[in-house]
């Protein structure tokens, strides 16, 4: 039992155990305001497809539709952010719908449940027999399915794998990587999934989320078959619905998911395929490859354009972010875990940095702020041997920084990098791209960063030059407990491809062209 500050930490930390184990993470929180503020985690679990379990208290039973003190009906509040919400009434159901909980959350497409715990009910005695153990529940590709994928992939010229959503155990990323391995596939994977497939094979392609590489955006677009696995081809996959027509994807298409539901949502797919992650990849593990010698060159094209990403541009200021992540991807040991959180500073680790199982990834892919530092603290405590390192921005640090109190607390030790430029930085960019000279609200006051993850009982330093980066890493990873580096960075370094003056100066271009004034 861990005790966190506040419950949206509580639900993220919640979030990242199921991310990690695949198990669901289990929140505790009061009724009212802290069902409130655990919002936010489940949200993140229902886009992010992670299993999760949510126990909010609840006022007396008696006292319900009085709008009594911190009452909420969580079916109609949650009821688009679970797969299930219900509330136990009578004690002697508690086995029954625990269990159902529980079985719900990791089945099918993975995702959230909450239980509501009504006051008198908790105080009450009942005499039942236990509930056994939960077994996850997941469709397995039929044979026909895997005879029809197999046809559609010798028939193709140009064949790329996208790999994304939940349900993935590390021997199902082992064996879809023998399955791209065996046919000669080019893979890429979806927004914050790298680690679904090693980085560094020769089949990895790259990551398709905010501001991928144009060159991978190219080669989803000249692909004449897409085999997708387990990403629901949502707005960031999919480049805002942009890169397939709908409904009709304008070429072969075979969707792989475990939820039926998502399978057609948008686009209808050449053959849909129902399964579980572990199960297709089984299933694509011991298929009979197919000659995938006349896409060799696609391949490593594919692959040499992912190489070439890897390069961060040029800058000669005080403290080179893109340097310190080359440093960083060569320091990092191959079980390291990463967290991120929401914020263009995040594309630094997401581009510069590789990962391979059983090293991990964890970053919202719903977008939330204030999710690193809590993931951080909830990977250090599930793998208490593994490296940890959470990036966030200035922004969300403040978000989650009083979880430092509970890494503290319980022993976790993640290496937390603040990268401070300042600024709300991808409103900022969204500001001078759309309004240039008229930006508002995104300046920040900030702390002393260092100081404050001191006065924590945290290790603290800033880090203003690239080449004190490194040393400071190597303390923060020796310190007793968790740390915290303070990045000064450049405003104007406001992503990895572009700075803040250039998209300010198109913008005015672009306003003078149309006779508009900034």
């Given at each position: 039992l861990i005790t966190c500050r506040h419950e949206a930490s509580a639900a993220n930390m919640a979030e990242a155990y199921g991310k990690l184990t695949s198990r669901p993470g289990v929140c505790l929180v009061t009724r009212g305001p802290g069902a409130c503020h655990a919002a936010i985690g489940l949200h993140t679990a229902y886009q992010d497809s992670t299993p999760l379990l949510l126990l909010v208290g609840q006022i007396p039973r008696g006292h319900q539709e009085r709008e009594a003190f911190q009452e909420i009906d969580y079916r109609r509040m949650f009821g688009e952010l679970a797969k299930w919400v219900a509330q136990i009434d009578q004690a002697e159901r508690v086995p029954e719908m625990i269990h159902h909980a529980l079985h719900t959350a990791v089945s099918g497409r993975p995702g959230p449940v909450v239980l509501a715990l009504p006051e008198d009910m908790l105080g009450e005695r009942s005499t039942v027999a236990d509930g056994g153990p939960y077994r996850p529940a997941r469709p397995h590709p039929g044979r026909q399915d895997m005879e029809a994928l197999r046809r559609l992939l010798a028939a193709a010229e140009r064949p790329l794998m996208l790999l994304g959503g939940g349900g993935w155990s590390d021997a199902a990323c082992f064996e879809i990587a023998a399955f791209a391995e065996a046919n000669g596939l080019p893979v890429c994977c979806g927004f914050r999934r790298h680690d679904l497939f090693d980085n560094t094979d020769s089949n990895f392609a790259g990551e398709l989320g905010i501001a991928p590489n144009p060159k991978l955006i190219r080669r989803i677009e000249e692909a004449d078959l897409l085999l997708v696995v387990g990403a629901r081809l949502g707005e960031v996959t999919t480049q805002g619905?942009?890169?397939?027509?709908?409904?009709?994807?304008?070429?072969?298409?075979?969707?792989?998911?475990?939820?039926?539901?998502?399978?057609?949502?948008?686009?209808?797919?050449?053959?849909?395929?129902?399964?579980?992650?572990?199960?297709?990849?089984?299933?694509?593990?011991?298929l009979e490859p197919v000659d995938g010698g006349r896409w060799r060159a696609w391949t490593e094209a594919a692959r040499r354009d992912y190489l070439e990403n890897l390069v961060p541009r040029p800058y000669e200021g005080a403290f080179d972010p893109g340097r310190a992540m080359l440093w960083l991807r060569e320091r990092l040991p191959p079980d390291a875990i990463v967290t991120v959180d929401a914020g263009n500073f995040s594309g630094w680790p997401q581009r510069f940095l590789q990962f391979r199982r059983p090293g991990r990834l964890l970053g919202p892919?719903?977008?939330?702020?204030?999710?690193?530092?809590?993931?951080?603290?909830?990977?250090?405590l599930v793998h208490p041997g593994?490296?940890?390192?959470?990036?966030?921005?200035?922004?969300?640090?403040?978000?989650?920084?009083?979880?430092?109190?509970?890494?503290?607390?319980?022993?976790?030790?993640?290496?937390?990098?603040?990268?401070?430029n300042g600024m709300y930085g991808t409103i900022r960019m969204h500001q001078e791209r759309l309004h240039p000279d008229r930006v508002i609200a995104t300046d920040l006051t900030n702390p002393d960063f260092a100081a404050l993850a001191r006065a924590y009982g945290a290790y603290g330093e800033r880090v203003e030059r690239t080449e004190d980066f490194a040393p400071a890493f190597d303390a923060a990873a020796a310190a007793e407990g968790p740390a915290?580096?303070?990045l000064a960075i450049d405003p104007e370094l406001i992503t990895t491809r572009t700075t803040l003056s250039a998209i300010r100066e198109q913008a005015r271009a672009r306003l003078a062209e149309a006779g508009e004034a900034p």
């Open positions: 619905y942009t890169i397939l027509g709908a409904p009709e994807p304008g070429r072969t298409l075979i969707h792989v998911h475990a939820g039926a539901e998502e399978l057609g949502r948008v686009f209808r797919p050449t053959l849909a395929v129902l399964s579980g992650m572990p199960e297709f990849a089984a299933a694509a593990a011991a892919t719903s977008g939330a702020m204030g999710y690193s530092v809590p993931a951080g603290v909830s990977a250090s593994r490296m940890v390192v959470s990036f966030v921005g200035d922004g969300s640090f403040l978000m989650g920084a009083h979880e430092l109190a509970t890494a503290v607390g319980h022993g976790a030790k993640p290496i937390i990098l603040v990268f401070n915290v580096l303070e």
